[in-house]
């Protein structure tokens, strides 16, 4: 088991910046690969970034590439999403996950919400 806390999430205006952050406990996390998630209201789930905890290997969704970064802190067993240049269509709920392999997270965190206000 895997478990996963996020937090971070907050108000912010539109440009601003915020930095999310996923606090991981339970397995060795070397063989995951982790990955940022958002739903918006009344829209599907949709990726965001993910990181290969071993390698530090990143993949960014469209929407966000340039403006958000993901990345770990080993020490502290946490993902952290920065994000920049935030725009109101960024606001949604942000769930963190792992899982062995792309495609099939197994573990979810609760999620925290971001508002950008415009």
């Known amino acids: 088991q895997v478990q996963l806390v996020e937090s971070g999430g907050e108000l912010v205006q539109a440009g601003g910046s915020l930095r999310l952050s996923c606090a991981a406990s339970?397995?060795?996390?070397?063989?995951?690969?982790m990955g940022w998630f958002r739903q918006a209201p009344g829209k599907e789930r949709e990726f965001v970034a993910r990181i290969w905890w071993s390698s530090g290997t990143t993949y960014y969704a469209d929407s966000v590439k340039g403006r958000f970064t993901i990345s770990r802190d080993n020490a502290k067993s946490t993902v952290y999403l920065q994000m920049n240049s935030l725009k109101p269509e960024d606001t949604a709920v942000y769930s963190c996950?792992?899982?062995?392999?792309?495609?099939?997270?197994?573990?979810w965190g609760q999620g925290t919400q971001v508002t950008v206000s415009s």
């Open positions: 339970g397995r060795t996390l070397s063989r995951y690969v």
């Open positions: 996950a792992a899982g062995i392999q792309v495609g099939s997270f197994a573990y």
